[in-house]
């Protein structure tokens, strides 16, 4: 059994966009899911991208303008959005509070672009560097 906790996910910082790397092969070792929690401030951005896996976005708190091949559309808490494999797809928060989504891709990305799209150290070492300064 693998538990991971947001504190020691590793993660991204940009546009605004927090993202934690809950499961993949990076962590726990997953071959076939990556797992990851994010979280948008209110005019936060993830810009249209596309990759092999297959996704999905479940909103839980929050609303943004989803984009999907093109096509827009108002998402809001509790609604799940599902794309293909190689969409391009990405997400805006228009709302005025942050916006939280958990996502799922599978097959899960490479170990290789686990250590690439989540080259930040997990919140729980950042914090004990601040504590040893």
């Known amino acids: ?3 991971q906790k947001r504190e020691n996910a590793p993660r991204y910082t940009r546009d605004g966009t927090e993202s934690f790397l809950l499961v993949s092969k990076r962590t726990g070792g997953s071959e076939n899911l990556s797992v990851t929690l994010v979280e948008m401030e209110p005019g936060g951005e ?3 991208h ?8 479940y909103i839980l708190e929050g609303s943004g ?3 999907v091949d093109g096509e827009e559309r108002e998402i809001a808490a509790g609604e799940c959005v599902y794309f293909r494999s190689n969409a391009f797809h990405g997400l805006r928060n ?7 989504y958990l996502s799922a891709a599978s097959p899960g990305f490479s170990a290789q672009l686990c250590d690439e799209w989540w080259p930040l150290p997990p919140l729980s070492k950042m914090k004990s560097v601040e504590w040893s300064q």
């Open 94 to 100: 228009t709302g005025s509070v942050k916006l939280r």
């Open 1 to 3: 059994m693998e538990i």
């Open 65 to 67: 303008m989803m984009s």
């Open 50 to 57: 596309r990759h092999d896996p297959e996704q999905m976005y």
């Open 46 to 48: 993830q810009k249209i």
